[in-house]
């Protein structure tokens, strides 16, 4: 028999996974955000995780929203800041 330890009033923890990352709940249609390559990530892994977020966030909506997402190359005063805008199209 395994050797257990009952503890009493340890706090569940907080479920970070329902946490959103990203502020999709706030887009209207047609609202977009940018969301630029660190220089841990790579382009396609970012883009993978944006689009399994998005797509997650969408099915649990109803009725279902849908996003697109692009690989974008943009100005930030003097810069140009590579990353992956998302749009959300219904």
Do not use: C, H
């Not at 503890?7 to 970070?16: G, R």
């Not at 220089?39 to 929203?65: C, H, M, V």
């Amino acid at each position: 028999m395994a050797d257990y330890k009952i503890e009493k009033n340890v706090p569940l923890p907080t479920d970070l996974r329902s946490k959103n990352t990203y502020p999709f709940e706030d887009m209207e249609v047609g609202d977009s955000i940018f969301v630029k390559l660190t220089k841990e990530d790579d382009a396609q892994r970012l883009r993978n995780r944006l689009a399994q977020a998005s797509r997650n966030f969408g099915k649990k909506q109803d009725p279902e929203w849908t996003f697109v997402l692009r690989y974008m190359l943009e100005s930030y005063g003097s810069l140009e800041v590579s990353g992956v805008r998302i749009w959300r199209k219904s």
